[in-house]
């Protein structure tokens, strides 16, 4: 406090008794407004994050009828289900995996009738009547995939959380004509994110598996 401060809320006295703007007092001000809400209501904090999911009401549920890792499955399904939660929480195929939930991180891809989704972001109702493949079915039962061996052979993971995906789109990639260089590979495969950077391996994996499933590289 400099000679001149108000003893009380220190903050400088000008000439005429009118306090002066200080860093501190800008600061405090700007501390106190924002706890403030617009409303002037107490805003109560949420108690969990993501809220649960409203029960489903009658008419929002419906029959569902596919096939998943050659497998036929039918079930009852509130409509609003993701493809993602469907595996995990009602079948327990936990091998795709909840990175973002918004369907920028790739963790979660599984194929459709061969085509790559990111399985947060389709709704189960999509795949009814449909095939769904995702890692549990991948291999033949006895031999690892080529993309699965690959991944093994060239270390291409670290914590493994981002590998379930990886995989799937890197099988998706070669299908697709997608893996003739390291560049395209590192182009089609740019949706999928480690967080432990494990992408040299990564690619060094596809160029492989690409040679043995006839996709070049
Ligand atoms: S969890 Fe689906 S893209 Fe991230
Ligand atoms: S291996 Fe850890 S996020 Fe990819």
Partial sequence: MSQGDDPVSGQE????????????????????????????????????????????????????STTINGRRVEAEIDARTSLLDLLRERLGLTGAKKGCDHGQCGACTVHIDGQRVVSCLTLAAKVDGRRVTTIEGLSDGKRLHPMQQAFIDHDALQCGYCTPGQIMSAVACVQEGH???????????????????????????????????????
């Fill in 13 to 64: 006295e000008r000439p005429g008794g009118v306090p002066a703007l200080t860093r501190r007092s800008a600061l405090q001000a700007g501390a106190v407004l924002a706890a403030v809400p617009l409303t002037g209501e107490a805003v109560a904090a949420p108690s969990a994050y993501p809220p649960p999911a409203m029960p489903a009401a009658p008419g929002q549920t419906m029959k569902l």
């Fill in 179 to 217: 893996a003739v260089s390291r560049e395209q590979i590192r182009e089609y495969m740019s949706g999928n994110i480690c967080r432990c950077g494990a992408y040299v391996g990564i690619v060094a994996a596809i160029e492989q598996a690409a040679g043995k499933m006839g996709g070049k590289a």
